[in-house]
């Protein structure tokens, strides 16, 4: 079955800092893919989607790049703020669903 | 626009009760999708129904767990006869048939 996997469970920065988070995922016919942000008690909140046809895409702050080669996904956050601080999830759309990674859970230092 | 209503919040049942959990939809969405969420986890997908009808439920233990999303009024999930590992939170999101927006979730406690 698919598995989106995220190489590290934690990261902490200090703010202002850029912020990278990665993803790896399995199924190369996943075609969709969506970045959330989860705030403690919250449910996920999206911040940026990118699709299979492009390599990268911008938002306010952030970036989200794909790597089709080595299905790898990454979230560049620009300027870390405290505000910022949560739990990155990268989920793949195959089918009707998606699956989402475990988790980073990203701390800001002031 | 209201977003995707989640209720209740908080829901605590005794082992073997019943759990009713409903999600209210945006305005406009027709597609609804239930996770479950271990604490530390990621989410992990349960259902995905349209109204009236339940489009892929892989993801849903074949016993003691129902969804319906009916013509009118909010889907349910409901969970028979609770265990204790059923505690986690639950999240709904909907969609107009592309991306998903998600509720705020009920987290369930069993004692």
């Known amino acids: 079955g698919e598995s989106v996997g995220l190489h590290l469970p934690t990261l902490s920065v200090q703010e202002g800092d850029n912020s990278i988070i990665n993803c790896a995922y399995s199924?190369?016919?996943?075609?969709?893919f969506i970045w959330y942000k989860q705030e403690s008690g919250k449910g996920p909140q999206f911040i940026i989607d990118?699709?299979?046809?492009?390599d990268k895409r911008q938002g306010q702050r952030v970036t989200v790049l794909l790597n089709k080669t080595v299905k790898h996904l990454s979230l560049q956050i620009a300027a870390t703020q405290p505000g910022d601080s949560a739990v990155y999830f990268c989920a793949e759309n195959t089918g009707n669903q998606f699956y989402f990674g475990t988790g980073t859970s990203l701390t800001v230092i002031p | 626009n209201a977003g995707v209503m989640q209720n209740p919040r908080h829901l605590v049942r005794r082992r073997g009760q019943e759990a009713r959990l409903r999600c209210s939809p945006m305005?406009?969405?027709?597609?609804v999708y239930w996770y479950r969420q271990l604490p530390e986890e990621g989410l992990k997908f349960m259902v995905y129904?349209?109204?009236?009808?339940?489009?892929?439920e892989s993801g849903m233990p074949k016993e003691r767990f129902s969804a319906e999303f009916p013509k009118e009024g909010p889907s349910i999930l409901r969970i028979q006869q609770v265990v204790r590992g059923d505690s986690a939170a639950y999240f709904c999101a909907s969609s107009p048939g592309y991306g998903y927006t998600f509720g705020s979730g009920t987290r369930l406690t069993v004692v």
């Open positions: 990118i699709r299979s046809n492009m």
């Open positions: 129904l349209q109204k009236e009808n339940i489009i892929d």
């Open positions: 199924n190369s016919a996943s075609d969709y």
């Open positions: 305005k406009g969405h027709s597609h």
